[in-house]
């Protein structure tokens, strides 16, 4: 099949991706226009710039939550869903070359955003570009639409769907190929309650994984340390402290890790008579369906639902367990949330919600997938069938909207991680694939 991609565009991409690597655009503190801090601002305004530079037309939202590029002709909108924000370098000793300066070595390109999500976005503008450069024209305007907070609170698509029209259709450039039809919906909430003169309990770092420490202090010690030994589970004493072990892996993939807040939890149940540890001990233990809290919830197009007890802290003072939900498609979100307030009810744990994005589901023999799969296939001569993901991308916030790529499943997924790293042999795939499929559903006939 003839490639629109040339050597050229594959160089122009790789350093335009250098110029927005280059602006650390992490959260911070709002200044005037830069709701989420003015380096955020800085890399949308210099992604508006590349697209300007490369002929699109381009608009900043006066007040700095998003942005957009636009090109073609045509009454419908053909979306591409991109971020400019990052999450932070984490434990810079642990990188190899400078987070927000994109390095080039060994036929890959490093630093943070190569994979999440500004190399995706600039494999998507040039395979675009490489379809103008080849005089195709389109029968629907091409809009890149910029958000500024996918890695916290989406903040700006909310934004965006006040002040702009939806799409047509389109896709993020977000996560996996081949293509990802369904996304779960994702509800995370807090329980909280009364806490405890007895002991102190404090474990899982954020919502999104499951907790691989959960942390005991108390008097009764060597009985919460003999009864976690006759469980079985890995823990260590240290300090008058104890540290239970647990598995930690992505909250959509909860079943597949170990939660250590309710191992701790089950061990205490036989030390303790408190509401929240029976919740914890007692009726989720290793369950992380949720079967056993709010029954069962499954279905044929996205599989069952998964249910972290994320974050656990009990102190002097209050409860506070932060839960994260990942709801099969077919199911509403008050489903869920009329099951487990009631169960959180019998604990003396009231209900707080926290964050909620409805699901998305496009079917597998629409126009918008089948086109998107056979372009995949017809460039990679990969035949494997479109997927469901717990994961969340911006394309949930769109109808018609779906997942495509930009990894592979030989990708290396480093997202999030010190050494974010690309393929560069990788990232021009990702440009033919882009540029196929864009020519099939927005090419001119
Ligand atoms: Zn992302």
Known sequence: MKSFITELHKEAAINDLRRIVGVPSYLQKAVERAPFGQDVLDSLVECLAIFKEQGFSTYLDPEGYYGYAEVGQGTEIFGVLCHMDVVPAGDESLWETPAFEATVKDGAIIGRGVQDDKGPTMAALYAVKALMDAGVEFDKKIRFIFGTDEENLWRCMEQYHKKEKGIDMGIAPDAQFPVIYAEKGLLQV??????SDE????????????????????DRLPEVSRELSRLGYDFEEKNDKLYVKGKSIHSKDAPQGINANTRLAEAM?????????????????????????????????????????????????????????????????????????????????????????????????????????????????????????????????????????????????????????????????????????????????
């Open 269 to 445: 149940t036989a030390v303790y008579d408190h509401k929240a540890i029976d919740f914890l001990g007692r009726v989720i233990k290793s369950d992380a369906n949720g079967k056993s809290v709010i029954g069962e919830f499954k279905d044929e197009a996205s599989g069952a639902l998964t249910f972290n007890a994320a974050t656990v802290e009990i102190n002097k003072n209050e409860t506070r367990i932060g839960i994260d939900i990942r709801i099969p498609v077919t199911f509403k979100k008050i489903d869920v949330e009329e099951k487990l307030k009631e169960a959180g009810e019998i604990y003396g744990l009231v209900y707080e919600e926290h964050d909620y994005l409805d699901s998305l589901y496009v079917p597998v023999e629409s126009e918008l997938v089948t086109t998107l799969l056979a372009a995949y296939r017809d460039v990679t001569g990969d035949m494997r069938e479109p997927q469901i993901s717990g994961g969340a991308t911006f394309a949930r916030t769109m109808a018609n909207c779906v997942a495509f790529g930009a990894m592979f499943d030989t990708t290396k997924d480093t997202m999030h991680q010190p050494n974010e790293i690309w393929q560069l042999a990788e990232m021009g795939k990702t440009m033919e694939i882009y540029a196929e499929a864009i020519y099939r559903l927005c090419g001119k006939k």
């Open 199 to 218: 002991f102190s309990f404090s474990g899982g770092a954020a919502l999104n994984v499951v907790a691989d420490t959960a942390v005991y202090s108390g």
């Open 190 to 195: 807090y329980l909280t309650g009364t806490g």
